[in-house]
């Protein structure tokens, strides 16, 4: 047990997906965080259990037939395996992207570790991309588009000194991005489904008024805020004009949600 915590590969086991994060040929890539199984437990419990059952079985696939996902941010992998793991075979049409390429790497990895392909089957065709999110590369239309975006709101006064290390957890321009490209990005039944903090919640709300579209809280849970290397006013901004939770004995606390966006219908 010594020797497996000591070696380089973090191994994570969750829902019948395995993630392996190879800390020298992945180096930099989380994995796999709380907001990540929260929303893999989500996905699970709403989308594989309650409407797997309307998947069409194997057999009775349309050869036109397809779930398109589009993971944005894709880190470590587990949520795109999620998808490849569940649905039945021929019929999902992956896509993943995430502006770095050990992320990317890692994400096809999981995969190709996850795909059971005498069971469920790889995805019909499948697309990982080393990028930064662009609405018009993925113009297309999606079922789903899920994302575990950066998620802590930066005051403007700091933007200028945020260090670029700290892109994969600071700042919300990226939920804003995709909250406004969903029209663009999704079908007319389908769903942006992000995880993220509610300290967040003033961003998406802004976002969503923008865009015209409403958004649901799905699910929450209050949890330990231990992001460790916060600026002290940017902690005290946090606190005061967030609702960051910080106790008596100066822990911090906050609740990460499930979010879901779909078009409107009409009626």
């Known amino acids: 047990m010594k020797l497996a915590l000591a070696g380089p590969v973090r191994l994570v086991a969750h829902r019948d997906v395995v993630v392996a994060v190879n800390r020298r040929t992945h180096a930099g890539v989380f994995g796999p965080t709380i907001d990540t199984l929260f929303l893999c437990d989500w996905l699970y419990s709403r989308i594989f259990i309650r409407e797997g059952c309307e998947f069409p079985l194997p057999g009775d ?10 993971e944005v941010g ?21 896509e993943a992207i995430d502006i770095d390429p050990r992320a990317v790497l890692c994400t096809a990895e999981t995969v190709q570790i996850n795909s059971r392909e005498a069971i469920v089957g790889v995805p019909r065709s499948s697309g990982l991309t080393v990028a930064a999110f662009s609405a018009e590369r993925y113009a297309g239309k999606f079922d789903y588009v899920v ?18 290390s700290k892109l994969t957890t600071h700042g919300t321009d990226l939920i804003e991005a995709l909250i406004q490209s969903a029209s663009e990005l999704l079908k007319v039944t389908g769903q942006l489904i ?52 910080v106790d008596k004995n ?17 009626r």
């Open 61 to 70: 696939v349309p050869p036109s037939y397809t779930v398109d996902v589009l």
């Open 74 to 94: 894709c880190g470590n992998g587990m949520i795109s395996a999620s998808f490849v793991r569940e649905i039945p075979a021929g019929m999902l049409r992956l």
């Open 147 to 164: 994302c575990n975006p950066p998620y802590i709101p930066m005051p403007e006064t700091l933007l200028d000194q945020m260090d670029q």
């Open 194 to 245: 992000m995880v993220s903090s509610r300290l967040a919640e003033d961003d998406i709300a802004a976002a969503a008024r923008k865009a015209g579209l409403p958004f649901s809280v799905q699910t929450s849970r209050r949890v330990p805020f231990d992001i460790e290397d916060l600026q002290r006013d940017h902690l005290d901004w946090l606190r005061n004009l967030r609702g960051l939770d």
């Open 250 to 266: 100066r822990s911090a606390f906050h609740e990460i949600a499930i979010y879901t966006i779909e078009l409107p219908r009409e």
